[in-house]
C-alpha cells in the first residue's frame, strides 16, 4: 500500500484548505484510513478517520471544523479543514491499517501504512 499526501500549505486563521490522500497498491485490504498530524516535540495525534462501514472518529479538537471522507473505490482520502487556526499547524499524515481491531480509536501505533506528510501552516 503507498499513500501520498497533497494539498498542504499556508494558509490564514479562519481559512480552509483541502488535504488528499491518493493511495495505490492493495488498499482494498485496508479496513480504515486516517489523518493524523504531529509538530516537532510533540506525540503525533488523531485527527480523523473513516472505516469500511463509512463510520467516522475525530480528534476532540476538531469541533466540528474538519470532515474527512472516502472515495467507494478508496483511490482518494480527503480532510476538508474550516475555520483553521494557528494551533492546526502541523505536518498531517494519512494512514492505513488492514484490522479492524486498530480501527477503533485514533491511535497511531495500530496504523501500518504511511504517507509522507503535508505541511499545513495557518498563520494569524
Known amino acids: 500500500v503507498r499513500l501520498v499526501e497533497s494539498g498542504g500549505g499556508p494558509v490564514q486563521a479562519g481559512g480552509s484548505l483541502t488535504l488528499s490522500c491518493a493511495t495505490s497498491?492493495?488498499?482494498?485490504?485496508?479496513?480504515?484510513m486516517a489523518w493524523f498530524r504531529q509538530v516537532p516535540g510533540k506525540q503525533r495525534e488523531g485527527v480523523a478517520l473513516i472505516d469500511d462501514d463509512g463510520d467516522t472518529k475525530y480528534g476532540d479538537f476538531v469541533n466540528g471544523r474538519f470532515k474527512i471522507s472516502l472515495d467507494s473505490n478508496k483511490s482518494t482520502l480527503t480532510l476538508q479543514m474550516n475555520n483553521l487556526v494557528p494551533e492546526d499547524t502541523a505536518m498531517y499524515y494519512c494512514?492505513?491499517?488492514?484490522?479492524?481491531?486498530?480501527?477503533?480509536?485514533?491511535?497511531?501505533?495500530?496504523?501500518?501504512?504511511w504517507g509522507q506528510g503535508a505541511q499545513v501552516t495557518v498563520s494569524s
Open positions: 494512514a492505513a491499517e488492514v484490522l479492524w481491531a486498530r480501527c477503533a480509536v485514533l491511535y497511531s501505533p495500530g496504523f501500518r501504512y
Open positions: 497498491g492493495d488498499i482494498a485490504s485496508c479496513r480504515c
